[in-house]
C-alpha cells in the first residue's frame, strides 16, 4: 500500500485548509483511514479516521472544525480543517490499516502552518 498526502500548507488563523491522501496498492474497501498530526516536541496524536463503513472518530481538540471523508472511486480521503487555530500546526500523515489487522501504512506527512 501507498499513500501519498497533499494539501499542507501556510493559513492564518480561522482560515480553512483541505488535506487529501491517495491510496493505491492491496485495498480492501472496509480498511481503515486515518490522519495523524505531530506537533513539535510532541508525540503523533490521532486527528481524525473513517471505517470502511463510514463510521467517523474525532480528537476533542478538533470536533465541529474538521471533517474527515472518503472518496471511494479514487481511493481517497479529505481532511478539511476550517477554523483553524495556531496549535493546529504540524506535520500531517495519513494512515492506512488493513481490515482487521495491525497492520499499517503511513504516507508522508504534509506541513500545516497557521499563524496567529
Known amino acids: 500500500v501507498q499513500l501519498q498526502a497533499s494539501g499542507g500548507g501556510l493559513v492564518q488563523t480561522g482560515g480553512s485548509l483541505r488535506l487529501s491522501c491517495a491510496t493505491s496498492?492491496?485495498?480492501?474497501?472496509?480498511?481503515?483511514m486515518a490522519w495523524y498530526r505531530q506537533s513539535a516536541g510532541k508525540q503523533r496524536e490521532l486527528v481524525a479516521s473513517?471505517?470502511?463503513?463510514?463510521?467517523?472518530n474525532y480528537a476533542d481538540s478538533v470536533k465541529g472544525r474538521f471533517t474527515i471523508s472518503r472518496e471511494r472511486a479514487k481511493n481517497t480521503i479529505n481532511l478539511q480543517m476550517n477554523s483553524l487555530k495556531p496549535e493546529d500546526t504540524g506535520v500531517y500523515y495519513c494512515?492506512?490499516?488493513?481490515?482487521?489487522?495491525?497492520?499499517?501504512?503511513w504516507g508522508r506527512g504534509t506541513q500545516v502552518t497557521v499563524s496567529s
Open positions: 496498492g492491496s485495498i480492501n474497501v472496509l480498511d481503515v
Open positions: 494512515k492506512h490499516t488493513k481490515y482487521r489487522s495491525t497492520t499499517g501504512y
Open positions: 473513517i471505517t470502511g463503513t463510514g463510521t467517523t
